[in-house]
């Protein structure tokens, strides 16, 4: 025969809480600290949760539950429930006995229905007067709405007299209503007369309506024809101005031929000038050269050769008799290049 023995495991841990890996289904985890006793549940689902079993209060035990429990099945108690607040959704039977005081609601703003009969054995107070022993009992109350409900049979006998005079007031506002359709139908008859001439009169005026849309037909006509003069007349100014324009253009085209034609005119000159100024300066390079030729020649004779090859130096005034050839470099009086300046003032001049 097995024996099934109860493990316990401790902890002086406070606050302490043993989890699902630590206990094992049947073992129970002491807190020493906190006194309280935890176990694993495992549901049908294989679910597996740590539970407070109970906690200690002095030196006994009692079945108070930190956690808050919810309970899909029937919770039947046996002896006392005490709550400290108690909400409950659907009474679904009778209560047989209640004991004790009860309060219904905490405010102003809630509503109590009770359907059906409600007897009340003892007193009924509302809003701190009780309705059942004061001098406003219930038969003082009643005997005052029978009084109230004479009173108002009286004043209801009143208000028939009442309605029956203004019945035949009503009827006298009757006769003297019937009297004013009297008098608004002759009044109709007069306007359906007046209405008759006013049609005559609308007709005359829609015959000079007529007359006036013909005179304004014309006049549209006469508007038409000025109005179709006057594109002639634009389209002949159009025409005017865009034979004025063209001979604006051909104007300033033979302006600018005029201009061009001077202006050739002057370049012309100045060429002219250029070239004679060139012709003065070649007749001064003619007498220059025929001066060198006639030194030249008489050096020859006084002095023989010089050398052609090297620099040579003249002192005094020489006579150059024939042509002056120069090759490189350039023709130098008193340290100006005589070829570089005549050519300069040629080119300046042309």
Not at 38 to 51: A, E, N
Not at 62 to 71: G, I, W
Not at 189 to 217: G, R
Not at 331 to 340: A, C, P, R, S, W
């Amino acid at each position: 025969m097995s024996i099934n023995k109860l493990k316990l495991r401790r902890s002086a841990v406070p606050t302490k809480v043993p989890d699902t890996a630590s206990l094992d289904l049947g073992e129970l985890a002491i807190n020493t600290v906190d006194g309280k006793i935890y176990f694993k549940q495992q549901d049908t689902g294989s679910v597996q949760r740590i539970l407070e079993l109970t906690s200690t209060s002095g030196s006994h035990l009692s079945a108070s539950y930190a956690s808050t429990s919810s309970y899909s099945d029937q919770f039947r108690v046996a002896g006392t429930l005490t709550a400290q607040t108690l909400i409950v959704q659907t009474i679904s039977s009778s209560i047989i006995y209640s004991s004790g005081s009860n309060t219904f609601g905490n405010s102003l703003a809630n509503n109590q229905i009770f359907t059906g009969s409600v007897s009340v054995t003892g007193s009924l107070t509302v809003n701190g007067r009780n309705y059942l022993t004061d001098s406003s009992s219930f038969s003082t109350r009643t005997l005052n709405l029978e009084q109230t409900s004479a009173s108002v049979l009286l004043a209801t006998a009143s208000l028939y007299a009442a309605t029956a005079s203004l019945y035949a007031a009503t009827s006298s506002i009757y006769l003297t209503t019937a009297s004013l359709y009297s008098f608004s139908a002759s009044i109709n008859t007069y306007t359906a007369s007046n209405n008759a001439t006013v049609l005559d009169i609308q007709k005359a005026t829609a015959s000079l309506y007529a007359a006036t849309a013909s005179i304004y037909n014309a006049t549209a006509s006469i508007y038409n024809a000025t109005a179709s003069l006057n594109i002639t007349t634009a389209s002949l100014y159009n025409f005017s101005a865009s034979i004025n324009t063209y001979t604006s253009s051909n104007n300033a085209t033979v302006l600018d031929i005029q201009r061009a034609t001077a202006s050739l005119y002057q370049s012309t000159a100045s060429i002219y000038n250029a070239t004679a100024s060139l012709y003065v300066a070649t007749a001064s390079l003619y007498n220059f050269s025929s001066s060198i030729l006639n030194f030249t020649a008489s050096q020859k004779i006084l002095n023989g050769t010089y050398a052609t090859t090297a620099s040579n130096t003249f002192i005094g005034t020489q006579t150059v008799t024939g042509s002056v050839n120069v090759y490189g470099g350039g023709f130098n009086v008193d340290g100006v290049n005589v070829l570089d300046t005549a050519l300069a003032y040629a080119i300046a001049l042309g």
